[in-house]
């Protein structure tokens, strides 16, 4: 093989079939030891004739491209990158430091230490495996949507002999790049492409081996233009049915059953604008539970879900049915306050006004409860602009949001997109209302992920027995709240 293809631990997990518990791996070491919590949140993926059954959709898309260039390349386990003879070594990172927006919440507020990402990430680099494959003369190209954080810390690249490292939407020349690595060509230390450098839909190749969690794009780029996001900048694309029911085949094929829509905002699959087209949201719905068992979206905005309520009226009926009862997707309310809606995300309330966006979050709740669409939602806090007032307008929204079937997650401002060039927000910047924002929703996400475990682990059988162990872990969280004070 000339090529192999991997990612640390983390992310070589299907999660037991289930995306959100991989938000665990953004979690620092807790109370519970490690090979528990690895099992629960990051079980190893098994192999299929020595290579891993699932793999990240990113890893799988520069596999297509370069085997379509005629590279003999392959994903496989951490473990295996030296067995094959290849000569480089492609790695993907999601937040290889822990800097991303959960990972340093989480860090902030437990402070126990550097989250399992950053740690299984680094492992990577000491294994036997690798420095096996670096003594054999290998070489080494980082890439994938957490790259960024190699700017601050080229150290790491120093240490670990990492060769070059790759940040943007890879497809357009990727091949260039592997064919000089595979030649001994010297390589660029950092390649930072352009927004406008971004790859044509003709350039995107289909994966030929199944995704995790059977994932796949609907779409690319988003036009909101939150300030603080680096998608935003991306042009927009949407794929095509046709491009689509290829890698949902290629996923049921190999025996993956359920699946992922992914894209910034699925509700806007096909336009160009902020208002949906029903007639091809319900298509892409339809499609994919043509194949799937289960599915579930990446992402959707409240907007999108106010602007036509009915559109979740008629995918609950395509989706819910005899296998699933309901499905999720992250969205981000990011803020409570209409003001820094109109600072920090200009289009963030399209096709309504900014000081209408309170409102529509808690219009939008009310739909999604109603049709079973339970979202795993975000904010954002310690945004440059933000002051005390949009603070205490988040916590009004919350408050106002307590009977929302949902979780709440607030994140810490982190730069990126138009707003790379400011500070981090760190825990210790936190004042009084800040902590009165994470205690409302600890709140809210203790209430309610009782009842969605309960539904979340009820789809299998094997799943009644992970149950009482993930019910163990809120326990300890909700004793600790406790014992500190936070929760009643
Ligand atoms: S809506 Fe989400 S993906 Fe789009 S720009 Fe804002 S944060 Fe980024």
Wanted: proline fraction near 6%; hydrophobic fraction near 40%; charge should be neutral.
């Amino acid at each position: 093989m000339e090529v192999v293809l991997t990612a640390d631990e983390t992310l070589m997990s299907n999660h037991h079939g289930k995306e959100f518990l991989g938000f665990g791996t953004t979690s620092p070491p807790n109370w519970l030891p490690e090979w528990l919590f690895r099992y629960l949140f990051f079980p190893k993926i098994k192999k299929v004739n020595g290579q891993p059954w699932q793999a990240p959709y990113g890893l799988r898309k520069i596999e297509a491209k370069l085997i379509d260039a005629g590279i003999d390349a392959s994903v496989v386990y951490p473990d295996d990158i030296a067995n094959h003879g290849a000569k480089v070594l492609g790695i993907y990172v999601m937040d290889p430091f822990g800097w991303g927006p959960s990972s340093t919440t989480f860090a902030g507020i437990m402070k126990t230490g550097e989250p399992y990402n950053a740690k299984y990430f680094e492992l990577l680099f000491k294994s036997k495996a690798y420095k096996k494959f670096k003594e054999e003369g290998g070489r080494t190209i980082v890439g994938g949507p957490g790259v960024w954080q190699f700017k601050y810390n080229m150290k790491f690249a120093d240490r670990y002999k990492i060769d070059c490292i790759y940040d943007g939407e890879a497809e357009k020349d990727i091949v260039e790049l592997f064919h000089k690595a595979l030649n001994g060509e010297k390589l660029p230390r950092y390649i930072e492409k352009l927004p406008n450098e971004a790859p044509s839909l003709d350039e995107i190749p289909d994966i030929k081996k199944p995704s995790v969690n059977g994932l796949v794009e609907i779409g690319r780029g988003c036009p909101r233009g939150c300030k603080f996001c680096s998608v935003t900048l991306r042009p927009l694309r949407w794929y095509p049915y046709e491009k689509i029911e290829k890698e949902i085949k290629v996923n049921v094929e190999a025996g993956v059953r359920g699946g992922i829509l992914h894209a910034e905002d699925v509700m806007l699959y096909g336009v160009k604008s902020v208002i949906p087209d029903e007639e091809k949201v319900l298509k892409v719905n339809e499609l994919a539970k043509k194949y799937y068992d289960t599915i579930s979206w990446s992402h959707a905005s409240f907007a999108a879900v106010a602007a036509k309520p009915k559109i979740i009226e008629k995918v609950a009926e395509i989706i819910c049915d005899e296998k699933q009862k309901w499905w999720g997707a992250e969205m981000g309310i990011e803020t409570g306050s209409a003001e820094l809606i109109r600072k920090a995300m200009p289009a963030k309330a399209k096709p309504f006004k900014p000081e209408q966006y309170p409102e529509i979050v808690k219009e939008a709740a009310g739909v999604m409860t109603d049709n079973n669409l339970i979202p795993a939602c975000t904010l954002i806090t310690g945004l440059p602009e933000e002051t005390e007032d949009d603070v205490i307008k988040t916590i009004e929204l919350i408050d106002d949001l307590k009977d929302f079937k949902s979780l709440i997650v607030p994140l810490f401002f982190v730069p990126m997109g138009k707003l790379k060039d400011k500070d981090w927000f760190k825990e210790h910047e936190m004042n009084e209302l800040h902590r009165e924002l994470l205690i409302k929703c600890l709140q809210h996400d203790i209430k309610w992920v009782k009842i969605i475990a309960n539904e979340y682990f009820q789809e299998r059988k094997r799943d009644i027995f992970l149950k009482p162990f993930y019910a163990l872990f809120v326990k300890i969280i909700e004793w600790q709240g406790k014992k500190k004070g936070v929760l009643e």
